[in-house]
Each structure stands twice: as structure tokens, then as C-alpha cells.
């Protein structure tokens, strides 16, 4: 008699995955309207900082978040990120200064520093490593649909009702996201107690030497988001386009349809031989992205970087957790996204800081951004052919 698949899509995978796309529609729904609010507060030359300050924090606090995943648990973690969610969304009507402002999203930047290195190694634990691609795949299928949601739902509430309405929906989907956290089963099993001793961090708690392979990818794949968060923006206002979030939705909407398929093929085929073909997509939309000239073709090079995101995220989000130990599930999760926080920080501060406001600059960016996605492919050739040789 064949042996059933083990059940994955239970309660507790989805109230994790609704907890997800609350918080990440929570934060992503501000992106596309902030480079408009910070000029209104006379802080245009600072757009470069919205995104590298927020990176910058999570980065920071991916050390901190990776240790009490593995020791304090899962959930508070998780928990700490939504709360931060929640505090920013109803402090940025509050602090309407440029610094002001900059302080946000320095402190903003701690929930995605805490809340999705517990919940990729909540996942781990609950789902069979057979599984890991498909269970992470489906997880980030939630979690990009708040990225697809989000950018749109912000966009119309700014243009029907306010920018400070837009800060406090923010605010109400990530105190959504906290109550369904405090429903759910912990599945760490050695627990300790909170104290301030855990906070202590040295070097060896920083990085998951293991993963490190992962990590380079994933640091040269996201400098090209960065660009994209800095740059779509103003993009999409020089065409015309009235809700600066439709850009994001609709490469997010095709991230979803190819998460179905990319999950379960790294799976079966190897994390590695899909992560290629993602990027191989991926140095293609970035092309497409530096030559678009109409609204079509903007569409045209989101759908593509959408199904190249779909492609390789679920893949080396599961080729981290497997060359992760066990016991530093958590830390191995946490160096991944200090790769991303990196990537995306370095590619949003190094655009803003080229861009200065110059359209035709733009397209120089994306070309930048292919040539370092380009390595990362030929990273991996060599990282197999090393792998090959032992």
C-alpha cells in the first residue's frame, strides 16, 4: 500500500501563510508612495535612504532574530516583527519631518528583520525536508501576494483617500497579522527563557558559514529589487501610470503563478539546476526593464521578472534551509536575509545615489543590475563544478 504525502496544508501552515500576506501587504503597500510623501516633506534628494534604511535595520537584526528563533522560539519572534509593523504604521502621520521620517524607516526596517527568519524556519519544522521547496514555495506564494496586493490597495487609498489613511490600514493588517501569531502551536522543542544574555552576539552567531554558497546569490540577485523599489516608482510616473503600485502588482502576479510549479521542481530537480534557470529569466527581465519606453513594455518587463522571481525564490530559500544544521535552522535563515537586506540595501542606496532624479539614467541601472545577476549564474557554475570535484 503506498504511503500517503505527509499532510503539509494543515491548520498551522495556514494560519502562517494568512499571518504572512497580512504583514507583508502591511509594509509593501507603502513602497510605491513614499518616494512622493518624502518629496512633499522636502527630503527628494533622500529617496535613495527609503529602502537602504529599512535594509539596513533588518540586516542588522538578522543576527538577533536568527539566535532567539533558535532559542527563545519561533512564534514571539515572529510576534516582535508584526508588533514593529504595527507601531511604525501609526507613527509616520506622527513624525512628518525629513529625519523624522528616516527614523521610521530605520526602525521599520526590524520587522522584516525578525518576522520572516522565524516563520522560514516555522515552515521547516512543520513540513518534511522532501517538501521544504514546495511547503517555502507556497509560503512565499502567501507572502508575495501581499507584495502583489499591497502596492495596489496603497495606491488606491492614497489617490481616493490620504497618505496618512494609507500609514493606518498599514498599521490595522500587521495587528491582524499579531493576533493570528498568538493562536499558534510553537514548535521549537528546547525552549529557554528570554534574557538579555541571548542578545549577546559574536561572530560565530552572525553568519551560517554552511550557507554562504546561498548567501552570494542571493546578495547579487537582489541588488536588481533594490534598484527596482528605488527606481519603478518614477518610472511609472514619466509613462503616465496613475497607481505606482501596478508595476509591483503585476510582477507579483506572475510570481505567483510560477511558485505552483518552481516549488515542487526544486524538489524533483535540484535546487541549483532551477535557481540557474531563474536567473537566466531574471538577466532577461532586467534588460527588458532598461529598454522599456512604453507602458506595455514595463508590463512586459515586470510579468517577466515576476516569473523569474517565482523560478529561484522557492529554490534557494530551500538550498538554504538544506545545507543549514539542524540546531541553526534559525541563524542559517537569518544569514540568507542579511544577504537579501544586503543586496536590496546596497542596490537601492547606489541607485538613488546615481540617479539623482535623471531619467536617462535609468536604463544604465538595470543593464548594472543584469551584469551582477550575471555573475551570480556563473558563481554557481563554479560553486557545482567545486562540489563535483570532492
Known amino acids: 500500500m503506498k504511503k500517503s504525502p505527509h499532510p503539509i496544508y494543515n491548520l498551522q501552515f495556514g494560519l502562517l501563510c494568512l499571518s504572512s500576506l ?3 501587504a502591511s509594509f509593501n503597500m507603502l513602497i510605491p508612495e513614499l518616494p512622493n510623501y518624502l518629496s512633499s516633506l522636502g527630503g527628494a534628494e533622500y529617496k535613495g535612504l527609503i529602502i537602504a534604511l529599512f535594509t539596513l535595520t533588518a540586516g542588522i537584526s538578522r543576527p538577533f532574530s536568527g539566535r532567539l528563533t533558535d532559542t527563545v522560539g519561533r512564534v514571539p519572534v515572529m510576534a516582535v516583527g508584526s508588533i514593529v509593523c504595527f507601531v511604525c ?11 523624522g521620517f528616516l527614523f521610521l524607516r530605520l526602525l ?11 516563520t522560514s524556519a516555522y ?3 512543520i513540513a518534511p525536508k522532501e517538501r521544504w521547496g514546495e511547503a517555502l514555495g507556497i509560503h512565499g506564494l502567501c507572502f508575495s501576494t501581499g507584495m502583489a496586493v499591497g502596492p495596489a490597495i496603497g495606491g488606491f487609498i492614497t489617490l481616493y483617500f490620504s497618505i496618512n489613511v494609507l500609514f493606518y490600514v498599514s498599521s490595522a ?3 491582524l497579522s499579531i493576533l493570528i501569531i498568538m493562536n499558534m502551536k510553537e514548535t521549537l522543542v528546547a525552549r529557554q527563557k ?20 546561498a548567501a552570494i ?11 527596482m523599489l528605488t527606481l519603478i516608482p518614477d518610472r511609472s510616473e514619466s509613462l503616465q501610470i496613475a497607481n505606482k503600485g501596478t508595476f509591483f502588482m503585476v510582477l507579483t502576479l506572475f510570481s505567483l503563478v510560477m511558485r505552483f510549479v518552481a516549488g515542487k521542481a526544486s524538489d524533483r530537480y535540484g535546487r541549483t539546476r ?5 536567473l537566466v529569466v531574471l538577466v532577461a527581465a532586467l534588460v527588458l526593464t532598461g529598454i522599456a519606453n512604453s507602458v506595455f513594455m514595463l508590463m512586459l518587463a515586470a510579468a517577466v521578472y515576476g516569473v523569474a522571481q517565482g523560478i529561484y525564490s522557492p529554490a534557494i530559500n530551500a538550498w538554504t534551509v538544506e545545507m543549514s544544521h539542524p540546531d541553526h535552522r534559525g541563524k542559517a535563515v537569518a544569514t540568507g536575509y542579511i544577504a537579501l537586506e544586503a543586496g536590496i540595501g546596497l542596490g537601492a542606496a547606489f541607485t538613488g545615489w546615481y540617479y539623482g532624479d535623471v531619467l536617462a539614467r535609468i536604463p544604465a541601472m538595470f543593464y548594472a543590475a543584469a551584469a551582477m545577476v550575471v555573475i551570480a549564474f556563473v558563481y554557481i557554475v563554479y560553486w557545482e563544478k567545486k562540489q563535483l570535484s570532492r
Open 173 to 175: 493588517l500587521a495587528l
Open 194 to 213: 528570554f534574557r538579555p544574555a541571548l542578545l549577546k552576539i559574536s561572530r560565530k552567531d552572525i553568519i551560517a558559514v554552511e550557507v554562504i554558497p
Open 89 to 99: 504604521g501609526l507613527l509616520y502621520p506622527v513624525l512628518t519631518s525629513v529625519s
Open 217 to 227: 546569490v542571493m546578495l547579487l540577485t537582489c541588488l536588481s529589487y533594490g534598484a
Open 108 to 118: 521599520h526596517g526590524f520587522s522584516t528583520g525578525f518576522k520572516p527568519t522565524a
Open 123 to 125: 515552515v521547516a519544522d
Open 274 to 278: 532551477v535557481i540557474k534557470i531563474g
Open 22 to 24: 497580512l504583514f507583508s
